[in-house]
């Protein structure tokens, strides 16, 4: 089992960031990929981001290219999601995922955190 708790939600105006973070306990991190999906309130959720085993690979969603990164340090067990120039579109609740899915993007994860709500006012 691995248990997946994210921080660093809360509200910001547009323009501004905020970093998550998704701290992992359990079995061995490194050995998951990790992803970021959110999930507006209506609205499916929605691939963010995600990160391979070790880093080395990275994927993102159209709506974080060029704005989120996402990144990891395995010796803290724990994954970032930097996101600058916040849009109010951006709201959502946000979720880390950890496990071994098909492909990144899909949400086939293992393991999933509470979620931490992040809302952008205009």
């Known amino acids: 089992q691995v248990q997946l708790v994210e921080a660093g939600g809360g509200l910001v105006q547009a323009g501004g960031s905020l970093r998550l973070s998704c701290a992992a306990s359990?079995?061995?991190?490194?050995?998951?990929?990790v992803g970021w999906f959110r999930q507006a309130p209506g609205k499916e959720r929605e691939f963010v981001a995600a990160?391979?085993?070790?880093?080395?690979?990275?994927h993102y969603g159209d709506s974080a290219k060029g704005r989120f990164t996402i990144s990891r340090d395995n010796a803290k067990n724990t994954v970032y999601l930097q996101m600058n120039d916040l849009k109010p579109e951006d709201t959502a609740v946000y979720y880390c995922?950890?496990?071994?899915?098909?492909?990144?993007?899909?949400?086939?994860?293992?393991?999933w955190g509470p979620g931490t709500q992040v809302t952008v006012s205009s």
């Open positions: 359990g079995r061995t991190f490194n050995n998951y990929r």
């Open positions: 990160i391979s085993r070790r880093g080395a690979s990275t």
């Open positions: 995922a950890a496990g071994t899915p098909l492909l990144p993007t899909m949400s086939t994860y293992d393991y």
